[in-house]
């Protein structure tokens, strides 16, 4: 069975840092791409970034600088380190897991996710 299991979200303020973790199992990790996403209230789900299976990464514009994905395929877990947060950072985030080939954080490419973490800013 395929899971993902997301954790590291809370409550931080605007300015401070949060280390979100996915870890992953039922299937061979090395060969997928893991992204990670985000929803907001009221709004649709985002990518954010994702790390493939060579090692490419993908950032969306508006985590650039602030954000850095990192793979630990001994661990089976993808790390989202996220610096710098700001309220509109506010969201669930999830984990999924996609093609190894797939080199963007599109939700429509990923077959399997987590349940979510909170991540609230505050301003």
């Known amino acids: 069975e395929v899971q993902l299991v997301e954790s590291g979200g809370g409550l931080v303020q605007a300015g401070g840092s949060l280390r979100l973790s996915c870890v992953a199992s039922g299937f061979t990790f090395d060969d997928y791409t893991i992204g990670w996403f985000r929803q907001a209230p009221g709004k649709a789900r985002e990518g954010v970034s994702c790390?493939?299976?060579?090692?490419?990464?993908f950032y969306v514009d508006s985590v650039k600088g602030r954000f850095t994905i990192s793979r630990d395929n001994a661990k089976n877990t993808v790390y989202l380190q996220m610096n710098s947060l700001k309220p509109e950072d506010t969201a669930i985030y999830y984990c999924?897991?996609?093609?190894?080939?797939?080199?963007?954080?599109?939700?429509?490419?990923?077959?399997?996710w987590g349940q979510g973490t909170q991540v609230t800013v505050s301003s």
């Open positions: 790390v493939s299976s060579d090692g490419r990464i």
């Open positions: 999924a897991a996609a093609d190894g080939t797939t080199w963007y954080p599109i939700v429509e490419y990923y077959d399997s």
